[in-house]
């Protein structure tokens, strides 16, 4: 592995490298990682000629820049090299410069989440695992669930009882070990929490765990390599738990630390009004307090984020923004995405798009600068919100007559 050591993301303080080592000896749980590379040593194994032979379709072509040994990795579920479409309809729409959507819902288990999932089963196989842990508002639930199953790993999923049918389907039909906790997030993570000391599992809780948002910046090195190397000025991402953005920023500044970009590009960090305690410790420039869980785009609604350090700096030190947006702007976003360009994502999915419209009429984000917006999940999980953003069809009985006289059809 091309790992130097660690530095806490709160007292500053380094460490070499451990194989168990979660969180700062000295601080505790609230001492989050970052895994320090060996660029130099990087930099011969992965570089545009290396990635211009590289025929590898998923996250794995990166694998010089992740915390594993990174054997075996042909025999895993697909994740990642998810398409980057451009949108001219949706540019003119927003009034941006050029629009670019990630589409991470088609991977294997319908988010981005995949990718840090990956990456966890494959750390846990390589420290003698049998069993994954964790607590989720369902996609890294159910991602971790059925990456691990193609890799005959067990997990046992906690999850609150608000998480959508479809997410806990999904876990059900992968074999889970479900547990389906009455409380909200925050219980559902301590008692993760407390399952994980008591039986010793693999702990894929983002929050604590710095391999998973290694995992996630896979999808920043696949959008600077699929722009050749020119990102867009922006990237707009939803955030819950802070693990994404940070990963977002991480893979950006990989780049930079390889001299394959030359900047990270502006990170817009976008929430739900209904649950925002990014945006209110961002735009106040003071520490995160308990925010409620009060949205539909259940996937970020995480009232104390368990990753607060990476989450910030990622937004602080790319010189982007911090933005808020209504439920309704989520509904409506999923229209807009789904009717323009095809694109079906859950609410929190589609919440860094409805940001970039909110950015762009606040002045944020001006209309000669290009944008990346990640959907970060499938909407197929979560129809009941899907109907409430796409309404009813037409009831029309089996014939031709009423139809023609209903008007429907112009
Ligand atoms: C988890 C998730 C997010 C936010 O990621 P965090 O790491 O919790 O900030 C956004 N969208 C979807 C679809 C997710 O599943
Ligand atoms: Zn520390």
Known sequence: MNITGYTCTLCGGEFPYEEDMLTCPDCGEKGILDINFDYETIK???NRDTLAADPTNSLWRYRALLPVEGKDWERFLRVGWSPLYRSNRLERELNVKALYIKDDGI?????LKDR????????AKELGFETIACSSTGNAAS????????????????????????????????????????????????????AIDKWGFYNRNAGINPIMIEGKKTVSLEIAEQMMFRPSDWVAVSVGDGCTVGGVYNGF?????????????????VQSTGCCPFVDAG????????????????????????????????????????IAVSDEDILDAMRVLGRTEGVFGEPAGVTATAGVRAAVSAGIISPDESVTVISTGSG????????KAAGEPFSCPPDIEFLANSGRIR
């Open 143 to 194: 991602s971790v669930a059925g990456n691990a199953a193609r890799m005959g790993l067990k997990t046992v999923i906690f999850v609150p009882s608000r998480a959508p049918k479809g997410k806990v389907a999904q876990l059900l039909i992968f074999g889970a070990n479900v547990i389906s906790v009455e409380g909200d997030y925050r219980q559902t993570f301590e008692l993760s929490r407390a």
């Open 44 to 46: 011969k194994q992965l």
């Open 253 to 269: 500044n990989d780049l930079v630390k390889l001299g394959l970009i030359e900047r990270v590009p502006k990170i817009l960090g």
């Open 380 to 387: 197929l999980k979560d129809v009941v919100n899907a109907m």
């Open 107 to 111: 991977n294997p288990t319908g988010s």
């Open 283 to 322: 735009n106040a420039n003071r520490p995160l307090s308990p925010a409620e869980e009060n949205t539909i785009a259940d996937s970020i609604a995480v009232g104390v984020p368990r990753n607060p350090e990476k989450a910030l700096r990622a937004v602080r030190e790319s010189g982007g923004r911090w």
């Open 116 to 123: 840090a999932s990956a990456v966890a089963v494959m750390r």
